[in-house]
């Protein structure tokens, strides 16, 4: 059965760090492209850090500001979140999720939005909050 369970949201201050972590399990862990996508209360669900299955190369677009790493541990079939400086903006549900890898890159696989993940975790939730 093909699953991704994430783990690790909860309550943090403003300027602090939190690690998000999701196991996957079900199907090919090198075939697959990773990605962490978010929602805010009223807001669409939006991907914005992408990671290779196979390689480890990874992306984000400009506006996460550095603030965000994503890693993958192949042994453990589990791909992570390093989350710094945490802003009450940041404050969402955070889901993982999974697609094929795409000729035209990581980049490419963010353009799809949704549509370009097969398999989703449940989500977890983390709130920045003072």
């Known amino acids: 059965e093909v699953q991704l369970q994430a783990s690790g949201g909860g309550l943090v201050q403003p300027g602090g760090s939190l690690r998000l972590s999701c196991a996957a399990s079900?199907?090919?862990?090198?075939?697959?492209?990773f990605a962490w996508f978010r929602q805010a209360p009223g807001k669409e669900r939006e991907g914005f850090i992408y990671i290779d299955g196979s390689d480890g190369t990874l992306w984000y677009p400009d506006s996460v500001e550095g603030r965000f790493t994503i890693s993958s541990d192949k042994a453990k079939n589990t791909v992570y979140l390093q989350m710094k400086n945490l802003k009450f903006e940041d404050t969402a549900v955070y889901f993982c999720?999974?697609?094929?890898?795409?000729?035209?890159?990581?980049?490419?696989?963010?353009?799809?939005?949704?549509?370009?993940?097969?398999?989703w975790g449940r989500g977890t939730l983390v709130t920045v909050s003072s």
């Open positions: 079900g199907f090919r862990f090198d075939d697959a492209t």
């Open positions: 999720a999974a697609g094929p890898r795409q000729q035209y890159g990581l980049q490419a696989t963010h353009a799809l939005g949704v549509a370009g993940m097969d398999y």
